[in-house]
Each structure stands twice: as structure tokens, then as C-alpha cells.
């Protein structure tokens, strides 16, 4: 597999006809957040004579809109007078720890410790779903700009996250028998070989971690590099693994990455998908919802039918997260439950397995249900999916309406509700509760 990252990813750009203006900007913006992309993407999903406004184009190449002026600015200046290395790096740094690297409260709430001490590549932010970050999948087979995980790639060792030894994982599980989903993730656990994936897998397959009944891989390798399914050296024993653990009795979920229809029509993908499926495992399909790429209803509709017609399963559209070039792919919650409904509208009931819009905030997943006009206040009304606290999962809650909010932590609470996260009057808590 080839790829183009910093000067080999403005060649490729230069070699397809991108104008020297925008070489500079990708230059500029790519100093700061990262970027690579792979000759399948570049040779089978992007449409150069559209660029730069093709949707592929714009999911993988950078844009100097990525950063805000004023670092757009200060990094464009430093470029441009070839300003020492070491200058220009630490300007990156600092332009990287005003994008947000770790929303959510990854590192503060996440992190789990054993006997004391932090695992850092673990989170365990739900109590039936651990996350694991294998140090040797820590990269991807092309980086999508909107990456909320952009963190991991930027070569700063405070901010990546990563577990080394298997051994700590199941020491932690042992310990945590409400924890039946393991969700492999990075990062893609499919940029791995067989041979080191299976060294994280194999122990999980042992009687005595019964507690884990769920293996999920968070992966794009099938919209990025769907050869690692079929015509890889070791594709074949990817799959024979995948049946090894069906057989032990656990459920295997591929957790697919599908950003536009595109990445669902070339004829490797779908036999990747085919291969995948024959092996018992489920492909379950989630995105989030991004300016430039996919914010259109008709995009939505067309990708959920392609999914069911090929049997992936749709799981969620997410809202774009408060990271990295937010300000740039970033979508008004009200627009994007609009975008969701008409899309909603276009499939039928197959489709509709598909949740959303869905932002995974620092309490937890916060389906946006709808706006509604309640004693002449206009709303959203919101719904917590899942939550830290698992006895808040399914609790509804008002928010002010607000055409410019984009994230959670834009909503402000309304005609008394409860609001995760705030201390409200009891007679604010008995209002809320009449309300559920």
C-alpha cells in the first residue's frame, strides 16, 4: 500500500492539477493537524475533476478553513519565511492544544487505573464497554480531517493514547466483569497483521473471560483500504479469526466508518463486506454528520440503502465533535436533525436502525429528539443514549433552542429541566421528572 503524507501528499495534489495557491495552504494547515491518504483513496474514491469540491477530496485533504484565521495566520507567516524547525513545531504544538485534542473528558474521566496505576490505553467510560487502544494500531490506512482522534497522529507522546502489553487488558477485565464489550479501536486495530491483532484477541477467546461477550473493531479499512479483507497477505487469516471467535460463542462487530456513498460502491469493498459477513461477524456503520462531505439529506438515504442492499447494518450519525477542524466541518444541531429527518424519511424501515443525531459528549451519548415549542419556548428535546451513570441511560431533558449550537456544551437547560452535568433546586428535579 502506498501513501502521501506532508511533502508527498502536496506532490500527489500538484501531480492531479491543485494549483500552487492551494499547495501553500496545504502546507500551512498540514504543519498543525494530519494527514494521509492511500492510493485506493486517491486513485478510486476521489474525483479529481471536482476537486476541491469533491466529498472525498474534502474528507482527506487539507483546507486552510481546517484552523481559525488567526493560527491559520501566525503558521502561514512562520512557513513562509522558513522559519527554523523547531520554531515551526513549536508553533504547531501550541496551535494543537487550542483544537480541543481530547474532548470529552477522554483523559480525565476515562482513563481507568489497576492497583493503582492508569492505564492509559484503556478508557472505560461505560460500565458494559471497555476501549482498547493497542500501541501497534495507533495509525490509519488514510486520516479523515474531521478525526476526533486526530491527536493520536501528531507525534506528541502526551497526547497519544496507547496500551502495550495484552496482559493488562484482560488484568483489568478480570477485574470488571460488567464489562461485556471490548471495542478495539485507535487509530484502526485493522492496520495491524493478523499475527499481532490476534495476540490481543486470542486470550479474550479463553474460557475464563466469558464476562466478554462482545469483540467490536472500530475500523475504516473498509472505506480506505478494503483489500485488507481480501487480497492482503494475510486477509484470509483475518476472517479464519474472526470465525475462531464466533465459534467461542463471542458476537463480532465490525464497527465500519462510512462517510460518504462512494466509499460503498467500488467492487473491492463489496466483496470485502461479503467475506466479512461470511464469517458470522455483523458490520454496524456510523459517521458523523460533516459540512463539505456528506451534509445533505439525499447523501444519507442513499448511503443507508446501499448499506442495507449489501447487509451492513446502519448504527449512528453522529454530530461532529468539538476537535481538531470543527470549525470547519461543523453542522448547527438544528440543521443536522433536519438533514437526519428528510434522510430518515427517504429509506424505509431497514434503514431506520440508523440513530441520530447523536453527539458523544462528556456525559455520554446525547440523542437530539427534536425541537418543540413548550409554553411558547421554543426547544430541543434531548434524550441521554448512554451515559457514565448507567441509571441516567433513557433520561429526556429540555435545552433552549439555539440555531448556532453545534455541541453539547453550546445548550443551555430549559423550563426547568434536569441537565446532566448541573445541580439543579429540588423543585427544578420534580419538574424534570414529571416530564419523563
Request: glycine share 6%; proline share 6%.
Given at each position: 500500500m502506498k501513501t502521501f503524507s506532508h511533502e508527498r501528499l502536496a506532490a500527489l495534489a500538484r501531480d492531479r492539477g491543485m494549483p500552487d495557491e492551494y499547495l501553500r495552504d496545504l502546507r500551512v494547515v498540514s504543519c498543525v493537524l494530519p494527514f494521509k491518504v492511500n492510493e485506493y483513496v486517491a486513485d478510486q474514491l476521489i474525483?479529481?475533476?471536482?476537486?476541491?469540491?469533491?466529498?472525498?477530496?474534502?474528507?482527506?485533504?487539507?483546507?486552510?478553513?481546517?484552523l481559525?484565521?488567526?493560527?491559520?495566520?501566525?503558521?502561514?507567516?512562520?512557513?513562509?519565511?522558513?522559519?527554523?524547525?523547531?520554531?515551526l513545531r513549536k508553533a504547531a504544538a501550541d496551535a494543537q492544544a487550542l483544537l480541543n485534542p481530547h474532548p470529552g473528558d477522554q483523559l480525565e474521566a476515562n482513563?481507568?487505573?489497576?492497583?493503582?496505576h492508569r492505564l492509559d490505553g484503556l478508557q472505560h467510560k461505560y460500565a458494559e464497554t471497555v476501549l482498547v487502544f493497542p500501541s501497534q494500531g495507533q495509525t490509519c490506512h488514510s486520516y479523515c480531517g474531521y478525526c476526533f482522534r486526530w491527536a493520536q497522529f501528531v507525534g506528541i507522546a502526551e497526547l497519544r493514547q496507547a496500551l502495550r502489553d495484552p496482559a493488562q487488558l484482560t488484568a483489568y477485565l478480570a477485574h470488571h466483569p460488567e464489562a461485556s464489550d471490548v471495542l478495539f479501536t485507535g487509530g484502526d486495530p485493522m492496520i495491524m497483521k493478523t499475527q499481532v491483532l490476534g495476540r490481543w484477541?486470542?486470550?479474550?477467546?479463553?474460557p475464563a473471560m466469558e464476562t466478554v461477550r462482545t469483540l467490536r473493531f472500530g475500523t475504516k479499512a473498509l472505506s480506505y483500504w478494503p483489500a485488507r479483507f481480501t487480497t492482503d497477505a494475510d486477509a484470509d487469516d483475518l476472517l479464519r479469526l474472526f470465525e475462531r471467535c464466533v465459534a467461542a460463542g463471542r458476537h463480532v462487530a465490525v464497527m465500519a466508518h462510512f462517510s460518504h456513498p462512494r466509499e460503498l460502491e467500488t467492487p473491492v469493498v463489496r466483496e470485502a463486506i461479503a467475506r466479512i459477513r461470511a464469517t458470522g461477524a455483523v458490520i454496524r456503520a456510523q459517521a458523523p454528520l460533516v459540512a463539505h462531505v456528506n451534509d445533505e439529506a439525499a447523501v444519507w438515504s442513499r448511503m443507508w440503502q446501499l448499506m442495507v442492499e449489501l447487509g451492513v447494518l446502519p448504527y449512528y450519525m453522529f454530530v461532529e465533535r468539538d476537535t481538531g477542524a470543527?470549525?470547519?466541518?461543523?453542522?448547527?444541531l438544528g440543521k443536522a436533525l433536519q438533514i437526519y429527518t428528510d434522510a430518515i424519511r427517504g429509506v424505509s424501515g431497514l434503514a431506520r436502525t440508523a440513530r441520530g443525531p447523536v453527539m458523544s459528549a462528556a456525559p455520554g451519548k446525547v440523542l437530539i429528539d427534536g425541537v418543540s415549542?413548550?409554553?411558547?419556548?421554543?426547544?430541543?428535546?434531548?434524550?441521554l443514549l448512554q451515559a457514565r451513570d448507567p441509571e441516567l441511560v433513557g433520561r429526556q431533558f429540555f435545552a433552549a433552542y439555539d440555531p448556532t449550537a453545534e455541541w453539547f456544551d453550546d445548550l443551555r437547560p430549559a423550563l426547568g429541566s434536569w441537565f446532566p452535568g448541573q445541580h439543579l433546586s429540588r423543585e427544578a428535579e420534580l419538574v424534570s421528572a414529571g416530564a419523563r
Amino acid at each position: 500500500m502506498k501513501t502521501f503524507s506532508h511533502e508527498r501528499l502536496a506532490a500527489l495534489a500538484r501531480d492531479r492539477g491543485m494549483p500552487d495557491e492551494y499547495l501553500r495552504d496545504l502546507r500551512v494547515v498540514s504543519c498543525v493537524l494530519p494527514f494521509k491518504v492511500n492510493e485506493y483513496v486517491a486513485d478510486q474514491l476521489i474525483d479529481w475533476s471536482a476537486a476541491p469540491d469533491d466529498a472525498i477530496f474534502r474528507l482527506t485533504f487539507p483546507h486552510r478553513d481546517m484552523l481559525p484565521p488567526e493560527v491559520f495566520d501566525g503558521i502561514a507567516a512562520l512557513h513562509d519565511t522558513d522559519a527554523p524547525r523547531e520554531v515551526l513545531r513549536k508553533a504547531a504544538a501550541d496551535a494543537q492544544a487550542l483544537l480541543n485534542p481530547h474532548p470529552g473528558d477522554q483523559l480525565e474521566a476515562n482513563v481507568p487505573t489497576l492497583d493503582g496505576h492508569r492505564l492509559d490505553g484503556l478508557q472505560h467510560k461505560y460500565a458494559e464497554t471497555v476501549l482498547v487502544f493497542p500501541s501497534q494500531g495507533q495509525t490509519c490506512h488514510s486520516y479523515c480531517g474531521y478525526c476526533f482522534r486526530w491527536a493520536q497522529f501528531v507525534g506528541i507522546a502526551e497526547l497519544r493514547q496507547a496500551l502495550r502489553d495484552p496482559a493488562q487488558l484482560t488484568a483489568y477485565l478480570a477485574h470488571h466483569p460488567e464489562a461485556s464489550d471490548v471495542l478495539f479501536t485507535g487509530g484502526d486495530p485493522m492496520i495491524m497483521k493478523t499475527q499481532v491483532l490476534g495476540r490481543w484477541i486470542e486470550p479474550l477467546l479463553d474460557p475464563a473471560m466469558e464476562t466478554v461477550r462482545t469483540l467490536r473493531f472500530g475500523t475504516k479499512a473498509l472505506s480506505y483500504w478494503p483489500a485488507r479483507f481480501t487480497t492482503d497477505a494475510d486477509a484470509d487469516d483475518l476472517l479464519r479469526l474472526f470465525e475462531r471467535c464466533v465459534a467461542a460463542g463471542r458476537h463480532v462487530a465490525v464497527m465500519a466508518h462510512f462517510s460518504h456513498p462512494r466509499e460503498l460502491e467500488t467492487p473491492v469493498v463489496r466483496e470485502a463486506i461479503a467475506r466479512i459477513r461470511a464469517t458470522g461477524a455483523v458490520i454496524r456503520a456510523q459517521a458523523p454528520l460533516v459540512a463539505h462531505v456528506n451534509d445533505e439529506a439525499a447523501v444519507w438515504s442513499r448511503m443507508w440503502q446501499l448499506m442495507v442492499e449489501l447487509g451492513v447494518l446502519p448504527y449512528y450519525m453522529f454530530v461532529e465533535r468539538d476537535t481538531g477542524a470543527r470549525s470547519y466541518f461543523g453542522v448547527p444541531l438544528g440543521k443536522a436533525l433536519q438533514i437526519y429527518t428528510d434522510a430518515i424519511r427517504g429509506v424505509s424501515g431497514l434503514a431506520r436502525t440508523a440513530r441520530g443525531p447523536v453527539m458523544s459528549a462528556a456525559p455520554g451519548k446525547v440523542l437530539i429528539d427534536g425541537v418543540s415549542t413548550i409554553a411558547g419556548e421554543r426547544v430541543f428535546a434531548l434524550r441521554l443514549l448512554q451515559a457514565r451513570d448507567p441509571e441516567l441511560v433513557g433520561r429526556q431533558f429540555f435545552a433552549a433552542y439555539d440555531p448556532t449550537a453545534e455541541w453539547f456544551d453550546d445548550l443551555r437547560p430549559a423550563l426547568g429541566s434536569w441537565f446532566p452535568g448541573q445541580h439543579l433546586s429540588r423543585e427544578a428535579e420534580l419538574v424534570s421528572a414529571g416530564a419523563r
